[in-house]
Every structure is written in C-alpha cells, then in structure tokens.
C-alpha cells in the first residue's frame, strides 16, 4: 500500500466535511501525483487548457470501478459504503487493508490525524455510486445518482453560475455541498421566491412526493404538454425553479420527490402550525397516569445481533450478497436464540445492511468491526432511520427479498419520523396510549396525501395496500419495540379510556434521537468460569467476531455468553487454527484464566511428527526373502516406496497394476488379486530400427482372452478394475 505521506495541512482544513475531487488532487505533492499517473497510465496532453489535476481528474470517472464498484473486492466495496454513509470522510485508528484497492486507483485519500487517520471519499466518486442496502432512498446522493443526465445538468449549473460540461459529477460537486450542508441548504430554502416555497410546502404537504398532473395542478400550470408517458412539465413553471436547485428530483418515469434533507427543513417550519393542533392531545396523556399493570421491557438487541454474526461464520450457513436472509435461517435463529420469527427477521436484515455478516466485518480498524459493542446499538438504529434494508408496509419487509425490479421503498421514512416526533413530544418518561400516538397520525395534514402514495406504490410492486395507521402501528409497536427504543404495556381491563396497548420512549432511545453519546463506564469482557466468557460492552466488534471458529453461543439474555469448551478448541485445533492465534484472539477480549492459558500452552506442545506418504495401494508379501527382492532389485525397485511397513509393501503413486503385475512376474513373483491369479494385458512388441526393421502391412493382434471372463477389482491394492484383454 502507498504510504500516506499526507498530513492534515495538506489537504482543505479539518472538518469541511467531503472534498471536491479535483481540490484533493492538487493537494497532493507532485511526486504523488506523478505515481497515480504514471500507475494507471494516465495520458497528459500538455496542449490542453486545463491543468494536470483537472485531466487525471476526468481520468478517474472513466475508471471501470467507478463506473461499476461491484469489481471491486467485497470488503473493500463495503469499506466504500461505509465511508459514502460518513458523508465522505471517515476517521479510522489506521488504514484498514482493504482500503488499498481504492488508494491504488485515487478513489479514496488519506489524511492524517493526531489521532489516526481519515478516508477520504471525493463527491465526485459518491454521486455516482449506486444505491445499496441500508441507504435511505429518498436522500440527495440516491436521488442524484439516478437522475437524468439533463436534471444533473441543470442542478449543477445552478449551483456553478454557469452551463455544466462534462463529467457531470465534477460539475454536481457544488451542488452536493450546498445540498448536504444544513445551514447552505437552509439559507437557499429562505432565499425562494414566494410561489417556489409556496409549492414547496405543498409538496412536502401531501408526502414529499407527487407526480406530473398533481405537480401541475399545484402549480396551477394550465398548459398541458404530453409525451409517451403522459403529461410533462413546462420548463418555464415554478417547478422546474425547484428542480433546477435540487428540491424537486424527477423519477422516472413521472414522479417528482422531494429530498429528505430538504424535507427536514420544510418540515421543521411546518412544526409550529402542528403544534396548536396537538396541544389537545398531549394535555389527555399528562393529565393522567397510564401506566400498565403489565409491560414488556425492550430488552437490548445487541446480545442477539452479535449471536447472529457469530453463528453465521458456520461453513454450513450459506448467505449470498443481494439475495434475502433465507426463511430456514431465520427460523432457525428464531428457536436457537428464543425470540420471536418476526424480531430475528428484523434484526439480521438490518445487520447485512450494517456489513456484520460480511467477512469484513473482523477488521477492527473500520466500522462496522471498529465499533464498540454498546455502539452497535445505535448504529442499528440510524440504520433502520434511513429505510433502506427494511419496509413496514411490506408484509415481509425485508427489501433484499424482493426482486431488483420491484425493490422499490415506500414513503414509510415520513411515518416513521411522524411517529418518533410523537414519541418525543407525548414521552418523556412517561407512558402513553397508542390512541394518543394515532391521533398524532390522524391529525398531521400530510396522512392522506401519504395515503395515496402509498397505494399508488402498492400498485406498482404489486404489494397489497396498508393504512398510514397499519403501518404507523407496525412501526411504533414493532420495530422500535424490537429496537430497544418502546417499552409495551397491556392497558388495564377497567380503564375504557385506554384502548390498545400503551407504550413510552426508553432512555437508550431518547439518547438515540437526541444524539447523545453514552458517557458511562461500559462493563469489560470477563470469564465467568472457566469455560464461559460474557462479552462486555468495551469490546470491539470485530474482536468479539473473530471468536467464532472457536466457541459455542450460550445466553443472549441481557448479555452475550460464549462458551469455550475443549471440545470447541479440539474442532479449532483440528481445523487447522493455530493456538497461539486463538490465544492472541482471547487475549484481545479478556484475560485468560489460568485452566485456558494451560490447556492452549499443552495443545500447541509438539510431541511427536508424522509423515503423509501417499501410495496407490499396498503389496501383501509375508515373505520376508521376496519381499526383499521386490525391493531391492533393478526391475521393481521403482515401483515401491521405501521405506515400507512390515509384511508388505507401498505400492507408488501412479504405478498401473497391470505394470506392477508383469515386473513382478519377471521375478518370478506372481501377483494375486481376490485370491486369483492376475493375468496382465498383452502388451504389442515394439518395432525394430535400422536396416532389420520390419515393414510388414500386417500388425500383430493383442492375445484375445476367452469370452465371459469376468472382470476382476484390485480391491486389495487400492486400484481401479481392470478389464481383460483390452489393448494397451
């Protein structure tokens, strides 16, 4: 791998979050700039009126990987992801390996820290990623990514104060950072003109998401212009104005949505006028006290989403990237672990969509191997924020399970941030009907417009249509139950005020939607005895990984327990694993226990060795005179491999029975197989040379063998059945 020679001067100042392409190429010292060149055979016409940085720059976009980043290795395609879902900057301990691909071919850049390292990932580069599991469908960079050419043209010389040239990613580099930097965005929301905010909030009004005719009407466009799918929109209206900046993104082939970013600011203007509407509801949940006789807590699903990447290293566990977690696993997983079929689904589609159940993930210098175990919680959660691994308004919804054609997301995002705004607003440690969480629904002015979207999705992946409610109560009762976020309770039989269950915010999830980190002294991994290990909350994923070719998965009850057991050591042993690796493994964890420490020390204690010879059979000779002779002489010495055991000898690899059969016979040696005579093949004399050689037209016949002999096996030697009188 190139050394980074890069210091944090080098490059645009700290903290400016992801970097033009062509910015960090000049950054770099002109002897790094020279090797990329001269390591993927970039051409330089010096003719031309752009300099070095600008052409290597436009060298790089028409790189294969760039274009399809699935030729890259996996763990390096999720190294990719991983920094694309950072934003572009991703700060690591130190260069993890499979980093390398993408340094090699200026995809990424390293920029050092005091403390570690940062990965770069130039806009350019992530503009043009392909959507993947996890990524919220709706974000700018998605929305980007598969517009049309003459969208991205437009955006992108709005944002340049000139007409955009190609590549077009260079020129939506501007765009990108207005678009994903809160404060830019929200002063070029204010800077709209009346009618353009005024259409704006319409749209994010009915969903954040209209097609043709509904955005005509809103804009009260009366000209109508039709092609081959229906109505198009005039390039001289107000929605072309918020297009051309990037808050309306077309979709093929006649949908107009409204990116998340941008629908974040809108909705937050909007919060005021809500909240006269909901004051009503949240003076009913404090006035009184609904808490239940009986709940059911959330419990932490970290235990069981490490039991699940530990199990899935088994060889016999066969889980393709792109396909959907195999209902027999699930299952599976469902009756190994004691939880419900419908919270393991939930949990190991959003742990793909993290990478833990990709082989990368025993890296511990980038995430997700890097975290820390009490982390994975949280990244769990903000993985599920963003939409892209799992669908409420699905009946299954996991979205790797449904063909790539139909893997489309519904608008289930904009109920989800409807419930959790609800959650915050009627919560606060206190418990609060599910009536009270639905009026929230009912009452928000974008649940009907969210109504019709979500059947017209129905309609398209051929899906049977939910309710915004239906889906809203999957989500509330469900997903963030199994989250850890909702604890549940049974309302009481005498309260006929209370209908449904009742339901309020944990501490982990009002950290988690505040963004507060967890401050506390997290529990070490430790021995409980001397077999069982329960993983603490300090240790790093990847380390805690690693243990799986060597323990057994015991409680996933509060705590993740490991068992190591010599029975789990003998398979590891025999397997091939070193002892001093399974030693430093442990050690990386937990301290040993003086019985463990033993027991690796006397397994990697060499007493003895033992040779592999192969051989193609073995010669019983009880003999010990012809034994010798078979050995020792000239005509069958070669065919033997010495030394061999008593009473008998190894016959060598390659050697033919019916070869061993006549050189054994020309010692007088007979051979049996069966317990009969083995007559070799005849074997045709070799033609004379010279003057004496024989031109005779007839050749000689191989000796025929009576008919009906039957076929006889080497079993005894090793060798497969030979059939008489065949030719050689």
């Known amino acids: ?36 060149i001269q390591r993927l055979r970039i051409r330089i016409d010096t003719q031309k009126r752009i300099d070095v940085p600008s052409q290597v720059a436009r060298a790089l976009l028409m790189l294969p990987e760039v274009r399809d980043p699935g030729q890259l290795p996996r763990a390096t395609l999720e190294l990719l992801y991983r920094i694309a879902e950072h934003h572009g900057v991703l700060h690591v301990e130190s260069l993890p390996p499979a980093v390398e691909p993408l340094v090699l071919r200026g995809m990424v850049f390293a920029r050092g820290l005091d403390e570690g390292v940062e990965l770069l990932l130039p806009i350019a580069f992530m503009v043009q990623l392909r959507s993947w599991d996890g990524e919220d469908p709706r974000g700018v960079r998605a929305l980007l990514s598969q517009s049309h050419p003459d969208v991205a ?93 990037g808050f309306l993104v077309p979709v093929h082939p006649n949908r107009h949505v409204v990116p998340s970013e941008v629908a974040r600011i809108i909705g937050a203007e909007r919060h005021e006028e809500r909240k006269a509407q909901r004051e009503q509801i949240r003076a009913f949940v404090l006035d009184e006290d609904h808490a239940p006789r009986r709940a059911r807590f959330a419990q932490d699903p970290v235990p069981l989403v490490m039991a699940m990447a530990l199990a899935v290293r088994d060889p016999s566990i066969e889980v393709r990237p792109g396909v959907g977690t195999p209902r027999s696993l699930i299952g599976k997983f469902s009756s190994r672990f004691g939880r419900d079929h419908a919270a393991v689904a939930v949990l190991a589609s959003l742990s793909r969509a993290l990478g833990l159940w990709d082989g990368s993930v025993m890296s511990t210098t980038c995430p997700p191997g890097s975290l820390r175990v009490h982390e994975l919680a949280e990244a769990l959660f903000r993985t599920w924020r963003r939409g892209g691994a799992w669908d409420e308004a699905r009946e299954d919804g996991e979205l790797l399970r449904v063909t790539g054609e139909a893997r489309e997301a519904s608008a289930v995002g904009v109920l989800r941030e409807m419930v959790l705004e609800a959650l915050q607003e009627l919560g606060d440690g206190r418990w609060a009907p599910w009536e009270a969480v639905a009026a929230y629904i009912r009452t928000d002015t974008r649940t009907p417009g ?3 979207l979500i059947e017209r999705w129905a309609s398209r992946v051929g899906v049977e249509p939910l309710g915004p409610l239906e889906i809203a109560r999957r989500v509330a009762l469900e997903s963030l139950h199994v989250l850890g976020v909702v604890d549940l309770g049974d309302p009481d039989d005498d309260d006929a005020a209370v209908a449904g269950p009742v339901l309020r915010i944990t501490p982990r999830g009002r950290a988690f939607l505040q963004g507060v980190p967890n401050s506390a002294q997290h529990e070490l991994s430790r021995f409980l005895d001397t077999h069982a290990l329960r993983i603490g909350a300090a240790a790093r994923v990847g380390q805690v990984v690693a243990l799986a070719p060597f323990v057994d998965l015991g409680s996933v009850s509060g705590h993740l327990d490991v068992a190591l057991t010599p029975q789990t050591l003998s398979l590891a042993l025999s397997a091939g694993i070193d002892p001093e690796l399974i030693k430093t493994r442990l050690e990386a964890v937990a301290s040993l226990p003086d019985p463990i420490a033993r027991q690796l020390v006397q397994a990697s204690a060499v007493i003895g060795r033992a040779e592999l010879v192969e051989t193609q059979g073995f010669l019983w000779v009880e003999d010990p005179e012809i034994r010798e002779l078979l050995r020792t002489r000239r005509q069958c010495a070669d065919l033997f491999v010495d030394p061999s055991p008593p009473a008998g000898l190894l016959v060598a690899p390659g050697v033919d029975i019916d070869r061993l059969a006549r050189r054994c016979r020309t010692l007088g040696v007979e051979l049996l197989v069966e317990g009969e005579p083995y007559k070799a093949r005849s074997v045709p004399p070799s033609r004379g040379s010279g003057a004496r050689r024989l031109e005779s037209s007839q050749s000689l016949q191989a000796v025929r063998q009576p008919s009906g002999t039957r076929k006889r096996r080497a079993s005894s030697t090793g060798m497969p059945a030979v059939k008489r009188g065949e030719n050689t």
């Open 1 to 36: 791998m190139p050394k980074k020679s890069k210091t944090s001067s080098d490059f645009p100042p700290h903290g400016a979050g992801a970097l033009q392409l062509i910015d960090l190429l000049r950054a770099l010292p002109k002897r790094e700039l020279d090797s990329l």
């Open 153 to 245: 043209a437009s955006i992108a010389a709005h944002y340049l104060g000139r007409p955009a040239t190609p590549p077009i990613a260079l020129s939506l580099e501007q765009a990108w950072q207005v678009l994903t930097t809160p404060e830019l965005l929200n002063k070029e929301v204010e800077e709209l003109a009346p009618l353009e905010r005024k259409l704006l909030h319409a749209v994010e009004e009915v969903g954040g998401e209209v097609d043709t005719e509904e955005l005509l009407d809103l804009e009260r466009e009366p000209m109508r212009l039709r092609g081959a799918t229906g109505a198009t929109p005039s390039r001289r209206g107000v929605g072309f104005a918020l297009e051309r900046r």
């Open 450 to 452: 969210l109504t019709r």
